[in-house]
Nanobody, 111 residues
Framework: QVQLVESGGGLVRPGESLRLSCAAS????????VGWYRQAPGKERELVAT???????NYADSVKGRFTISRDNVNKTVYLQMNSLKPEDTAVYYC?????WGQGTQVTVSS
C-alpha cells in the first residue's frame, strides 16, 4: 500500500520561509518523478515543482528563484524549501510520487 505523508505546512508572514516534506512508503521511490502541486481556494490544482530520478528540476514561473525542490532517495522523501513567501502562495500543497498523491498540507501566508 502506497502512503505519502506530508508535513511542514503552517501559517507564516510574508517574506518568511517554510520547508515541506513528503515521506513515501510502499513504492519504488527512486525511479519516479516526484513533485509538489498546490491548490488555492476557488482555483485549479497547479504544478509548483518537479524533480526527476536524475535530479532534473522544473519550476512554475511564479516560484522560480524562491522555491527549491530536492529529494532523498535513501529515505524516500521529497522536500520543498519555500523562501520569500508571498500571500499568493497560500494554498494546500500536495506531493505526488509517480501517479500517487499525498493528502495535502495547508500553507498560509498572511500578515
Amino acid at each position: 500500500q502506497v502512503q505519502l505523508v506530508e508535513s511542514g505546512g503552517g501559517l507564516v508572514r510574508p517574506g518568511e520561509s517554510l520547508r515541506l516534506s513528503c515521506a513515501a512508503s510502499g513504492i519504488i521511490f527512486s525511479i519516479n518523478v516526484v513533485g509538489w502541486y498546490r491548490q488555492a481556494p476557488g482555483k485549479e490544482r497547479e504544478l509548483v515543482a518537479t524533480i526527476t530520478s536524475g535530479g532534473w528540476t522544473n519550476y512554475a514561473d511564479s516560484v522560480k528563484g524562491r522555491f527549491t525542490i530536492s529529494r532523498d532517495n535513501v529515505n524516500k522523501t521529497v522536500y520543498l524549501q519555500m523562501n520569500s513567501l508571498k500571500p499568493e502562495d497560500t494554498a494546500v500543497y500536495y506531493c505526488k510520487v509517480g501517479p500517487y498523491w499525498g493528502q495535502g498540507t495547508q500553507v498560509t501566508v498572511s500578515s
